[in-house]
Nanobody, 116 residues
Framework: QVQLVESGGGSLQAGGSLRLSCAAS????????MGWYRQAPGKQRELVAT???????NYADSVKGRFTISRDNGKSTVNLQMNDLKPEDTAVYYC??????????WGQGTQVTVSS
């Protein structure tokens, strides 16, 4: 089993910045890629950013240039630095861990609310 715990969500005005963190525990050796997804009210969950063990990254077009994902394999953490936030970034953000051969792990979610 792998447990993921997110922190760092909150409410702020457009143009501001937030940093989300996710700490993994348990069978962390089973984790390959990690990432962040988000789900806005009435919408499907969507990918925000992913990062491999080797720190190769992938971003949704909507966040490129504003968000940065990083990973500390030694501490089993993944972070999401979000700059120039927009109202359309409002969502519940979920940490995800891909575990080849095992069930993927998801965090409980953290709310990010951006007002105009």
């Amino acid at each position: 089993q792998v447990q993921l715990v997110e922190s760092g969500g909150g409410s702020l005005q457009a143009g501001g910045s937030l940093r989300l963190s996710c700490a993994a525990s348990g069978r962390i050796s089973s984790i390959s890629d990690m990432g962040w997804y988000r789900q806005a009210p009435g919408k499907q969950r969507e990918l925000v950013a992913t990062i491999t063990r080797g720190s190769n990254t992938n971003y949704a077009d909507s966040v490129k240039g504003r968000f940065t994902i990083s990973r500390d394999n030694g501490k089993s953490t993944v972070n999401l630095q979000m700059n120039d936030l927009k109202p359309e970034d409002t969502a519940v953000y979920y940490c995800h861990a891909n575990r080849p051969g095992w069930r993927d792990a998801w965090g409980q979610g953290t709310q990010v609310t951006v007002s105009s």
